[in-house]
């Protein structure tokens, strides 16, 4: 009998961890989104706007960053709002995003005019999502690049495809430890964004932690 209660009482403990477990890594609703939401079309392109920040009348332009940063959000809900890009895949609309001139390098800014590069909604979202990371100036611009080939594959559905499944599995690591110690999304992968092989280190260049 006392070797039942004892199974039963480890199956139970067991149960009550991994359902903790399980809600803690918990994704959002992407049919109900919280923080972000679409622009309306317009010559069938669109953005995602950040809906909690606090505008400055003093700013000419406040990005989603610095947004981001005056919503006096808590730590739970900033990281739920992150979570919240990852629902932008597959999206593949243009995006008509402008990013202030605190995001990537000038040559690569005007690489992007120059060429007329785009970029589709699911790689603004992941490029908006990382821009949250640095402390300082973006290093990077909205162009994702496999290393393999050097060439840009913002459009290219299956290299995307591998994109996201490396940053969701990424963002459920750092979820796991409450974003306390932030390591760079694309490390050790066959992706990056244009402008982060300048960098030595990119790592060094984002926060610790949320």
Known sequence: MKKNSSLLALICGT??????????????????????SLSKQHNNRQH????????SSNDFFDDDRVLFRRSNLKKSDKIKALEE????????????????????RILNRIKLS????????????????TSMLFEDNVAISPVMVNKK???ICNFE??????????????????????FSRIKWPLKNSDYMWLGEDIVENVEELIKKEM
Not at 48 to 55: A, D, E, P, R, W
């Open 48 to 55: 995602i706007n950040f809906l909690y920040g606090v505008s």
């Open 85 to 104: 890009y990852l629902c932008f895949y597959k999206n593949d609309i243009v995006s008509d995003k402008n990013y202030s001139e605190k995001y990537g």
């Open 15 to 36: 149960i009550i961890i991994l359902l903790h477990i399980s809600c803690s890594v918990r994704t959002v609703d992407c049919h109900h989104l919280k923080y972000l």
């Open 157 to 178: 559905r299956k290299e995307m495809d591998e994109v996201y499944t490396i940053y969701r599995n990424w963002f459920r690591r750092m979820k796991k430890e409450d």
């Open 114 to 129: 120059k060429e007329n590069i785009k970029f589709p909604l699911e790689v603004e979202a992941l490029y908006s999502l």
């Open 149 to 151: 080939t050097g060439k």
